[in-house]
């Protein structure tokens, strides 16, 4: 039984170093086929796999192919790195850690770290809302505090008719992919209202195609009332008598905004449109004070 593990674990080791014996070029070619995240944890296994993994020919892979494109559509001097001189790999991580803002900085454009699928999203400036110009209703105003830089967010000043819309080409984004679209948001004070006496409907899909509604909480701090003064849901509200386990409720994000999940759709390529809708105009009560950012459209990745 010894002699039998000890060939079965030499005949192993052979195949690795005959793997790892291949031209660099081989090496690099083969990581292609795989994932940003499989190629960078390969460079443990080999001095071979190691430069093969900084190679240009594998992260030339992991690039989109309408890069050029992309980058032509970006804000002056909105780039951290040379198209000519950097290399692949340097590009790429640029891209994962700092978005493009394009088509006016009304967007911004970056990669996922650990598959290399495209990440969209639509600033405030690039969603259709309801009596956005009326300025007894919503406010523009500039908001610093983000990982991407748009130029304005937009605010509730007070409406009782609460409805957000968002469209994209599915070309824009990564083929074959599952994407999952985020309402990006925080709220402006302490003292605010309206989101915690009803819910928010929410509907992801493709134009003409059916899909389906869901409901989901834009309270931050729905089961904090010490971050705030709390105004207490009237008799038969929503949020009173719906089982809160079935509500998409926020979560904080590493920047210190909030977010709220508003559904998913498959991407199988093509030019579909993706509307992305969020509506509240079934209550009487009025809300204020909700600072939204964008919405957030990036790839579903399983847990690794």
């Given at each position: 039984m010894e002699v039998e593990e000890e060939t079965m674990a030499g005949t192993k080791d052979e195949r690795i170093?005959?793997?790892?014996?291949?031209?660099?070029?081989?090496?690099?070619?083969?990581?292609?086929?795989?994932?940003?995240?499989?190629?960078c944890r390969s460079s443990a296994v080999s001095r071979a796999f190691h430069a093969a993994a900084q190679?240009?020919?594998?992260?030339?892979?992991?690039?989109?192919?309408?890069l050029d494109d992309l980058i032509s559509r970006r804000?002056?001097?909105?780039?951290?790195?040379?198209?000519?001189?950097?290399?692949?790999?340097?590009?790429?991580?640029?891209?994962?850690?700092?978005?493009?803002?394009?088509?006016?900085?009304?967007k911004s454009f970056s990669l996922d770290k650990q598959s290399g699928k495209k990440c969209i999203m639509l600033g405030a400036r690039d969603l259709s809302i309801v009596w956005d110009d009326?300025?007894?209703?919503?406010?523009?105003?500039?908001?610093?505090?983000?990982?991407?830089?748009f130029g304005e967010v937009v605010v509730i000043l007070k409406v009782w008719w609460l409805e957000i819309r968002g469209k994209i080409s599915s070309g824009m984004l990564s083929p074959a992919t599952t994407y999952a679209a985020y309402v990006v948001f925080r709220m402006r004070e302490r003292r605010y209202f309206g989101f915690d006496i009803d819910p928010v409907d929410a509907m992801v899909g493709i134009v003409g195609s059916e899909h389906s509604m869901k409901t989901i909480c834009l309270?931050?701090?729905?089961?904090?009332?010490?971050?705030?003064?709390?105004?207490?849901?009237?008799?038969?509200?929503?949020?009173?008598?719906?089982?809160?386990?079935?509500?998409?409720?926020?979560?904080?994000?590493?920047?210190?905004?909030?977010?709220?999940?508003?559904?998913?759709?498959?991407?199988?390529?093509?030019?579909?449109?993706?509307?992305?809708?969020?509506?509240?105009?079934?209550?009487?009560?009025?809300?204020n004070s909700l600072v939204v950012q964008?919405?957030?459209?990036?790839?579903?990745?399983n847990p690794v």
């Open positions: 170093a005959d793997f790892s014996s291949l031209p660099e070029g081989v090496v690099a070619n083969i990581l292609s086929l795989t994932t940003p995240f499989d190629a190679s240009n020919i594998a992260w030339d892979r992991f690039l989109p192919n309408d804000k002056p001097s909105g780039l951290n790195f040379d198209p000519t001189t950097s290399s692949k790999k340097e590009i790429f991580f640029s891209l994962c850690n700092s978005p493009l803002l394009i088509d006016d900085g009304k009326a300025s007894v209703c919503w406010a523009w105003e500039s908001h610093p505090e983000s990982r991407i830089r309270d931050p701090y729905l089961d904090d009332p010490h971050q705030r003064h709390r105004r207490v849901p009237r008799r038969g509200s929503n949020l009173q008598t719906n089982n809160m386990s079935r509500l998409e409720e926020p979560r904080e994000r590493h920047d210190g905004w909030f977010e709220t999940k508003l559904g998913e759709f498959h991407n199988d390529g093509g030019d579909d449109e993706v509307e992305i809708i969020l509506k509240e105009v079934k209550c009487n009560d009025s809300k964008g919405i957030d459209i990036r790839p579903k990745i």
